[in-house]
């Protein structure tokens, strides 16, 4: 099923999402980054999942390269080990977390985010790679590539 | 629907799902932020959405408030246009686009943000509030608020 959602979209987001955009797909990530979980029955208790989902989920991630399964304890169980492409959506869920902790955590912000040398919190910033400003959002503009003006304009 | 999917899942991240995890949600979001997208018909003719789920998508985006529905040209058409709510997932988009990328764009990235200001790329960084340091994805740690730690403790 990976990689047929939304075959008609030109957009590296959409293919992001056709990765990790299902139910559940991100809480499994951010819970194998956030807590270190790596077996299935504790992705299970922590996220009350039905198993069936979490077989899914967990067999798509290893397909997808998001997961590695490497047998633990003299192969008496699996562990599911974020790879590099898996560990780098880290910033898709701080920015969810960020989001949510402004617009929907009324009591305030259930965890933080903290540098692990020296406590400090860690946010997200966009930053403008040439003159180092954090444009608002309405001072971003998309550029379309070359490749894509090409196919747009059907050459 | 909105607001019940995880219900168990005390997560900023798991709250912001809610709104903006459903198939199709964000990209439509991404056509508002991006694409200046703001009518029905555009929205339905960039994504090739049908439209019941379209129409199911918009009326649980203003009731959440992440659009507002205006009236444009004389009553004549509605418009959706993103509250500061809405805006402020530009975060999101902008890490799965960048996550995609990396790992999903065999062509190369079909499209860049721009600092409309300097013409420079932007991208997202996590920095140390404290430090200013940008720690790499095992350098973050959770750190659990005093409510959080409260609740899971029973007391």
Redesign the interface.
Not at 8 to 19: F, K
Not at 87 to 105: F, I
């Given at each position: 099923m990976l990689g047929r959602?939304?075959p008609?979209?030109?957009?590296?987001?959409?293919?992001?999402?056709?990765?990790v955009?299902e139910?559940w797909s991100?809480?499994i990530i951010?819970d194998a980054?956030?807590?270190g979980i790596t077996r299935f029955t504790d992705f299970q208790r922590n996220?009350?999942i039905a198993p069936n989902i979490l077989t899914k989920r967990l067999g798509e991630f290893v397909e997808a390269g998001i997961f590695e399964l490497r047998s633990a304890d003299g192969d008496r169980y699996a562990e599911y080990v974020l790879t590099p492409?898996g560990?780098?959506?880290?910033?898709?869920?701080?920015?969810?977390?960020?989001?949510?902790?402004?617009?929907?955590?009324p009591?305030?912000?259930?965890?933080?985010?903290?540098?692990?040398?020296?406590?400090?919190?860690?946010?997200?910033?966009?930053?403008?790679?040439?003159?180092g400003?954090t444009?608002p959002?309405?001072?971003?503009?998309?550029?379309?590539?070359r490749?894509?003006q090409a196919v747009r304009s059907g050459s």
């Open positions: 959602l939304y008609g979209q030109i957009c590296s987001a959409a293919r992001a999402l056709e990765v955009g139910r991100l809480l951010r980054m956030f807590a996220l009350g492409k560990r780098e959506l880290q910033p898709v869920v701080v920015a969810l977390t960020e989001w949510g902790d402004r617009w929907a955590a009591d305030g912000p259930p965890v933080t985010y903290e540098h692990d040398g020296c406590g400090g919190r860690v946010a997200l910033k966009l930053e403008c790679e040439r003159c400003g444009p959002p309405e001072g971003i503009k998309v550029r379309l590539s490749w894509l």
